[in-house]
C-alpha cells in the first residue's frame, strides 16, 4: 500500500489566483498611462519649485520695518535703501519702490508699492493655474480610459457572440479601472497641493498689506524732534 504524502503549501500554492505586480497594472492601464505619468512628473515638480519659492519669500526678518523706522525717522535713506536690495524678499521690493519715490505725493507713493506687490503675487502664482489644471484634468483622462476600457470590453463581447468567456473581457476591465485609479492618484494630490499653495500665498499678501501700511503710516507719522 502507497502511502501519500500531502504538502499543504503546495496545495495552496496551486490554488492560489495569479496576481499582478505594479507594472503589470501599469502596462495593463494601455496607453493613457503615458500622459498620466507625465502629469503626475509635472505635478511634483510645479508643487516642490513654488513651495520653496513661497518659502523663500515667506521667510522676512521680523525686524525689517523696525530697522527701516529708525533708518527714516534718523533720514538714512540711502541706508534704508541698501537694506531693501540687500533683503530678497517682496515685502524689501515693496519698501524700495515706496522709498525710491519718496517726495512724491503720497497717494503716488502708494500707487507704486500696490504695483510692485502685485507684480510680486503674479510672480508667485506662476505655473499655479498649470497645477489646478492638472488636478481636474488627470481624473478625465482616467474617466475616458473607463468609457474606452468598456467599449473594449462590449466590443469583445460581441464578438465573442453566445460564448462569453470572462478572459475576453479581461483586458477591457483593467484599462477601465487602472486608469481611473491612476487619474485619482494623480488628480487628487494636485487639488491639495493647489490649494496649499494659495493658502500660503494668501497668508503672505497679508504680510504684504500689513507692512505696506505700517510704511505709509512711517510716512504720515511726524519724525519727533
Known amino acids: 500500500m502507497l502511502l501519500q504524502v500531502s504538502n499543504p503549501?503546495?496545495?495552496?500554492?496551486a490554488t492560489a489566483p495569479e496576481t499582478m505586480g505594479l507594472g503589470e497594472l501599469i502596462l495593463a492601464g494601455g496607453w493613457l498611462m503615458i500622459p498620466l505619468a507625465l502629469l503626475m512628473g509635472a505635478a511634483i515638480f510645479i508643487f516642490v519649485e513654488r513651495f520653496t519659492v513661497i518659502?523663500?519669500?515667506s521667510s522676512v526678518d521680523m525686524k525689517f520695518m523696525n530697522r527701516i523706522r529708525e533708518m527714516m525717522y534718523a533720514g538714512q535713506i540711502p541706508a534704508a535703501l541698501k537694506l531693501c536690495r540687500s533683503t530678497p524678499s517682496p515685502i524689501a521690493?515693496?519698501?524700495?519702490?515706496g522709498i525710491e519715490h519718496l517726495g512724491r505725493p503720497m497717494g503716488d507713493i502708494h500707487t507704486a508699492i500696490e504695483n510692485v506687490a502685485n507684480l510680486e503675487v503674479s510672480k508667485l502664482e506662476n505655473n499655479?493655474?498649470?497645477?489646478?489644471?492638472?488636478?481636474?484634468?488627470a481624473p478625465m483622462i482616467g474617466f475616458l480610459g473607463t468609457?474606452?476600457?468598456?467599449v473594449e470590453a462590449f466590443m469583445n463581447m460581441a464578438q465573442a457572440g453566445g460564448s462569453v468567456d470572462m478572459s475576453l473581457l479581461s483586458s477591457g476591465m483593467y484599462t477601465a479601472m487602472v486608469?481611473?485609479?491612476?487619474?485619482l492618484i494623480v488628480?487628487?494630490?494636485?487639488?491639495?497641493?493647489?490649494?496649499?499653495?494659495?493658502?500660503?500665498?494668501?497668508?503672505?499678501v497679508f504680510q504684504m498689506e500689513a507692512n505696506s501700511i505700517a510704511f505709509m503710516d512711517i510716512l504720515n507719522q511726524p519724525v519727533e524732534e
Do not use: D
Open 55 to 57: 518659502r523663500k519669500a
Open 147 to 150: 468609457v474606452l476600457g468598456m
Open 187 to 204: 488628480g487628487i494630490p494636485a487639488y491639495f497641493g493647489y490649494n496649499y499653495l494659495v493658502q500660503r500665498i494668501e497668508k503672505l
Open 179 to 183: 486608469t481611473t485609479v491612476a487619474g
Open 9 to 13: 503549501a503546495a496545495a495552496a500554492a
Open 93 to 97: 521690493r515693496m519698501i524700495e519702490k
Open 128 to 137: 499655479l493655474p498649470f497645477l489646478a489644471t492638472i488636478a481636474g484634468g
